[in-house]
């Protein structure tokens, strides 16, 4: 089983940066990875995934303004937070997915909060 850990959250002010990262405990470097946010009373919706050949994929309401990234040797996965809005506050989680969009192992989540 694979763990996943997330971390880098917190409270930031609309336009500012947050830079999350997820640690997971055994390689992921065959396999496609996903950060995923679910705000009160809403929807987990898909953020961005990169893939094993780190073709990447990003919801409309956040391309030009997230960038997900990966190292395998640190096994660790990225996403890069700029230009944040309030609709952006959520918990965010990592996941794995052991065949395209099947994400099987979560983390525990790392709260992002953009307000003034």
């Known amino acids: 089983q694979v763990q996943l850990v997330e971390s880098g959250g917190g409270l930031v002010q609309p336009g500012g940066s947050l830079r999350l990262a997820c640690v997971a405990s055994?390689?992921?470097?065959?396999?496609?990875m996903g950060w995923h946010r679910q705000a009160p009373g809403e929807q987990r919706e898909l953020v961005a995934s990169i893939t094993s050949r780190d073709s990447t994929v990003y919801a409309d309401s956040v391309k030009g303004r997230f960038t997900v990234s990966r190292d395998s040797a640190k096994r660790t996965v990225y996403l890069q937070m700029n230009s944040l809005k309030p609709e952006d506050s959520a918990v965010y989680y990592c996941a794995l997915a052991l065949v395209s969009n099947a994400y099987r192992y979560w983390g525990q989540g790392t709260q992002v909060t953009v307000s003034s």
């Open positions: 055994a390689s992921f470097s065959g396999y496609t």
